[in-house]
């Protein structure tokens, strides 16, 4: 006998260790079936498992369960990212902590050993983090972006694309992070809100004693690597001011002004300072009007060589409170305004981010991009939902060259080796770079190696295709590429999509996938991102501890509705638990029922209405649960089964069979017992990619196989039955209403009532109890009826409810206290107005509309709408208790 409840920390360890012993999630075991292939999103393999992998990992999951049980041969690709930074920083504590350790102090050799040893003892944290969710990934083919196989990708997609012009060095503005001393990508760039200063300074016209013009800047500092002033070419103010110098103060150097639609005539004094090695937009406009590039700090965000003697060595900072104090003892201030503005931020070292002029390798973006474009465009690739293609067009379109080298040692080193004059030898072999030096100089020379390595992303936009063995020809390249649909957040689809697909596109002459599958943000109850510093993070691991894995995911899919973010609380998941449970339930009334063999049932052939009713109701959700995973409605598809499971078949179909199991027809008896049995091996398999623990667990205790491996449900029209929906949907409405009615007007939940219906309509309603004769029994009982009159008109004190042809009327005189029944109404009127005239007073308040948080003047108008609502019901609630009185 099945235990009363259904115990996850103990059995989902041992089911997963089922399957995977089984070899469950291998692919290639279906050789002559059609593939279907996801590749992971790669986590960093310093990561642990956040709610944002959660619910990746599952909708991915979801579907690849669902495409294995439809017979496919499925990949799910694994793997790990090398993640550059974060995994240099994680050892270079530890060396910290070790005895104040640096890496320079190892040398690079001795660093990247100790970098590797890290990564084989703690690396693969997440991976099992994964594991405990259910992922079904082919964990024998995983792969890590630093292996050998894919480090020979990488390298061979270097060498190609400066081969061909589509990489090259340049000296443009990077993100520098001055504390780990590297260019990092947008995407590690953290802006922070901080309370700052907005500086007005006079700068001096030359030649025109006493006339200035004014500009206004947040960073001080960079003044000093000032190349110019723009004006808008059409405010009149300054025309007179285009091609003049002014004097740059405290530098003793003139600069031009000059005109540029960058100015904003509307903003500030509508002239402002360009520096151009120091601000991505200014750096644009320098291009523009071939204006010098001044660099003003070093590595560390000191002040260098480049300013004057005065300000030499002085930290950013320092210098900016020494120039404003200089700069006012000179007359040249003209007012400080209080700023709020963001401020970019390394999001690992937490310090101050300087757009910096450096030297650094870039590939040629724009070029590989139109290619990408269009492939969209065509249709080749299809974003789901759609509204994405134009967020991926706009970035494409204005795409900016890719820096893609990086100050650090943990990564691919860039295959890169410079001659004694500086010359550049580009090959994926330092005896190949040595080769073609040799023939360059006509002798052996000593060369040098670039000691940069690549962007992370370099490394990733490969991954469709360097995971399936590119650039070998493999079986397993050729039967997997293009794969069928990325599931990816949207905050990456530049950073990796669009890469993705540049590179695809290129090497393989192919999108990467046919579909991506954009999913929204996991939020906390209140609709607020998580973060450690509001510490309204939600760990799925202490979900996962707490309620089982089943809960956790198929609460994450049920709430992941498309383009709209998922309001997380641990009471969605407790209540998603819950449906587990109910699901538990069923299988054990199943098993006291001796209803779990439905080994040669014929659903086609029943013949009792309830039954017939279910049969259709099984075939109905199968074939909407499958339509709507093939269309990425994943909470559709969970909503789906939900309602059937919990409603129709629980708290509905079982109930129905109650009488028809503990009657005398032996044959009635049989066919409930297969129908009940088929129709929960259905459910069963339905239920397999959303909560696959709990199913699986259930399906071996009466099936040899496993449930992973089996079929899924076949959606058969056939089966669907509108007579007996329609005669078993009038019995469920019937009780519904008396329910409804019931809980309406208070009724005592274990009061029983009369009913009556008119002599005139006897016969349509004895036509409707006829037909569900069987269920007379259940009728009377789920809506505690105490016995049917016949009268000549209703009496006073009757509700009326139409049931089909008929009205029934519900004798309530007998059980409700009409005046006391409308006082308790009113009361709860004048509580719940009460509430509403408080809520009313934040909301009519200025003060409390822009000062509170956003969700708190949320919460507070739908509370409203709730009470307002409330306060309606119970107005009609005394109108019906006085038409009756």
Request: proline share 6%; hydrophobic share 35%; aromatic share 8%.
């Given at each position: 006998m099945l235990d009363k409840v259904f115990r996850p920390a103990e059995v989902e360890p041992e089911i997963y260790a089922e399957w995977e012993r089984a070899d469950a999630f291998a692919c290639g075991k279906r050789p002559d079936a059609k593939p279907f292939t996801i590749v992971i999103p790669p986590p960093n393999v310093t990561g642990s498992l956040h709610m944002g992998h959660a619910l990746n990992n599952t909708l991915q999951d979801v579907l690849v369960r669902f495409e294995r049980m439809r017979g496919r041969d499925v990949l799910w690709q694994p793997g790990t990212d090398h993640a550059g930074i974060a995994t240099q920083m994680v050892v270079e504590r530890q060396l910290a902590e070790q005895?104040?350790?640096?890496?320079?102090?190892?040398?690079?050799?001795?660093?990247?050993q100790r970098v590797w040893t890290w990564k084989e003892e703690s690396g693969g944290t997440i991976i099992n983090q994964l594991r405990r969710l259910g992922a079904s990934c082919d964990w024998s083919r995983e792969r890590f972006t630093m292996d050998e196989g894919l480090s020979k990708a990488v390298l061979k997609v270097f060498v190609d694309w400066y081969r061909a012009g589509l990489i090259y060095k340049d000296k443009r503005l990077v993100n520098w992070d001055p504390k780990l001393l590297t260019a990092i990508s947008d995407l590690e760039v953290e802006p922070r809100e901080i309370q700052g200063n907005l500086w007005h300074f006079r700068y001096p016209i030359a030649g025109e004693e006493?006339?200035?013009?004014?500009?206004?800047?947040?960073?001080?500092?960079?003044?000093?690597?000032?190349?110019?002033?723009?004006?808008?070419?059409?405010?009149?103010?300054?025309?007179?001011?285009?091609?003049?110098?002014?004097?740059?103060?405290?530098?003793?150097?003139?600069?031009?002004?000059?005109?540029?639609?960058?100015?904003?005539?509307?903003?500030?004094?509508?002239?402002?300072?360009?520096?151009?090695?120091?601000?991505?937009?200014?750096?644009?406009?320098?291009?523009?009007?071939?204006?010098?590039?001044?660099?003003?700090?070093?590595?560390?965000?000191?002040?260098?060589?480049?300013?004057?003697?005065?300000?030499?060595?002085?930290?950013?900072?320092?210098a900016r409170k020494r120039i404003v104090e200089d700069l006012e003892a000179l007359g040249l201030l003209e007012k400080i305004d209080e700023h709020v503005h963001a401020v970019p931020h390394g999001d690992r070292s937490g310090v101050v981010i300087e757009p910096w002029l450096t030297d650094q390798w870039y590939v040629d973006a724009a070029t590989l991009a139109k290619p990408a474009v269009e492939a969209v465009e065509r249709g080749q690739t299809v974003f789901v939902p759609r509204n994405w293609e134009k967020t991926y067009f706009e970035w494409l379109r204005n795409i900016q060259p890719w820096c893609i080298s990086r100050q650090l040692w943990?990564?691919?080193?860039?295959?890169?080796?410079?001659?004694?004059?500086?010359?550049?030898?580009?090959?994926?072999?330092?005896?190949?770079?040595?080769?073609?030096?040799?023939?360059?100089?006509?002798?052996?020379?000593?060369?040098?190696?670039?000691?940069?390595v690549l962007d992370t992303w370099f490394s990733s936009q490969l991954w469709p295709f360097s995971t399936l063995g590119w650039p070998d020809e493999t079986p397993e390249l050729k039967r997997h590429y293009k794969t069928d649909v990325l599931v990816t957040g949207f905050d990456i689809i530049f950073f990796w999509v669009a890469r993705m697909m540049m590179s695809g596109l290129y090497f393989m002459q192919d999108v990467p996938f046919h579909t991506v599958y954009i999913h929204a943000l996991v939020r906390d109850e209140k609709g607020q991102k998580m973060s450690k510093s509001k510490g309204n993070v939600i760990d799925p691991l202490q979900l996962v501890?707490?309620?089982?894995?089943?809960a956790l995911r198929f609460t994450l899919t049920a709430m992941a509705a498309q383009g709209r973010d998922i309001k997380l609380s641990k009471q969605r998941v407790e209540g998603y638990r819950n449906f587990g449970t109910k699901l538990w339930n069923a299988y054990r009334f199943c098993t006291m029922n001796d209803a779990l063999d439905a080994s040669g049932f014929d659903p086609a052939a029943v013949r009792q209405p309830v039954n017939r009713w279910l049969v259709g109701k099984v075939a109905a959700t199968s074939r909407k649960v499958t339509e709507e995973l093939e269309a990425y409605r994943f909470n559709e598809a969970a909503g789906s089964l939900y309602q059937f499971v919990w409603g129709d078949f629980c708290d509905w179909y079982l109930e129905f069979t109650k009488p028809l199991l503990g009657g005398d027809d032996d044959a009635v008896k049989a066919e409930t017992r297969g129908a009940t049995a088929w129709a929960m091996e259905q459910i069963l398999r339905l239920l397999h990619p959303f909560m696959p623990f709990v199913t699986e667990y259930l399906w071996r205790q009466t099936h040899d196989g496993l449930l992973i491996l089996d079929d899924w449900p076949e959606a058969r029209s056939d089966l669907e039955d509108a007579e007996a929906s329609r005669e078993i949907e009038g019995v469920i409405d019937l009780i519904t209403r008396v329910r409804t009615v019931r809980t309406e007007m208070n009724v005592p939940p274990g009061a029983k009532i009369a009913v009556a219906v008119q002599q005139s309509e006897t016969a349509a309603f004895a036509s409707l109890i006829d037909e569900a004769a069987v269920l007379q029994a259940v009728i009377t009982r789920l809506a505690r009826i105490d016995r049917v009159d016949t009268v000549a008109g209703f009496p006073r004190g009757t509700v009326q409810i139409p049931v089909g042809e008929a009205t029934l009327g519900l004798l309530l005189a007998d059980v409700i206290d009409f005046d006391a029944e409308k006082a308790r109404l009113r009361k709860e009127i004048d509580k719940a107005s009460k509430e509403m005239a408080g809520i009313d007073g934040r909301l009519n308040n200025p003060g409390f509309v822009s000062k509170a948080p956003e969700h708190v003047v949320e919460e507070q108008r739908e509370r409203r709408d709730e009470i307002a609502q409330l306060v309606g019901t119970l107005h009609q609630a005394i109108a019906r208790l006085e038409a009756l009185a």
């Open positions: 005895g104040n350790v640096r890496r320079q102090d190892l040398g690079r050799d001795e660093f990247l006493g006339r200035y013009i004014v500009v206004a800047t947040t960073r001080p500092e960079t003044m000093l690597g000032d190349t110019a002033v723009a004006v808008h070419p059409d405010d009149e103010r300054y025309k007179d001011l285009i091609g003049k110098m002014v004097e740059l103060p405290l530098t003793g150097r003139r600069i031009p002004i000059v005109a540029d639609s960058y100015a904003d005539p509307e903003t500030g004094s509508g002239a402002v300072k360009i520096t151009p090695a120091h601000d991505f937009n200014d750096f644009e406009v320098g291009r523009r009007h071939d204006l010098e590039m001044i660099n003003i700090l070093d590595a560390t965000a000191h002040l260098n060589e480049n300013v004057p003697e005065t300000y030499r060595g002085m930290e950013r900072f320092a943990w990564g691919h080193q860039i295959p890169a080796w410079y001659g004694p004059d500086g010359k550049v030898f580009v090959a994926e072999t330092e005896a190949e770079a040595a080769a073609e030096a040799r023939a360059h100089y006509g002798s052996d020379e000593p060369l040098a190696r670039d000691e940069d501890d707490e309620y089982g894995a089943d």
